[in-house]
């Protein structure tokens, strides 16, 4: 069982990015899913999620009207499209799953049973 996360680089300020999860081992689209972020000497945060259905999402307020959480059913994958990108963004991005079958928002990080070993974003001031 593993998650895998994919589409970090180096990207300029004002400039888009889209990372992607995906799983071996087990359906993400059975699970909800986070994705959180931890920059250097900071505690990592909830950035935004997505349940099972896809029929409900948050997002932190530092990344609200800028990102946004979907999942590719077919693929099976679930993707973090980052628009308008911020030096602040800058950190090391993790999806985990929480589940199976979750349809409420959870941000607690002890319940998602699965995580990514996580993919660096950075975006130079």
């Known amino acids: 069982v593993q998650l895998v996360e994919s589409g970090g680089d180096l990207v300029q300020p004002g400039g888009s990015l889209r990372l992607s999860c995906v799983a071996s081992g087990f359906t993400l689209g059975y699970y909800a899913i986070g994705w959180f972020r931890q920059a250097p000497g900071k505690k990592r945060e909830g950035v935004s999620y997505?349940?099972?259905?896809?029929?409900?999402?948050y997002y932190a307020d530092s990344v609200k009207g800028r990102f946004t959480i979907s999942r590719d059913k077919y693929n099976d994958r679930v993707y973090l499209q980052m628009d308008n990108r911020k030096p602040e963004d800058t950190a090391v991005y993790y999806c985990?799953?929480?589940?199976?079958?979750?349809?409420?928002?959870?941000?607690?990080?002890?319940?998602?049973?699965?995580w990514g070993p996580g993919t660096q974003v950075t975006v130079p001031s």
């Open positions: 985990a799953a929480n589940g199976p079958l979750v349809k409420s928002i959870t941000r607690q990080e002890e319940a998602f049973d699965y």
């Open positions: 997505i349940v099972t259905d896809d029929e409900t999402t």
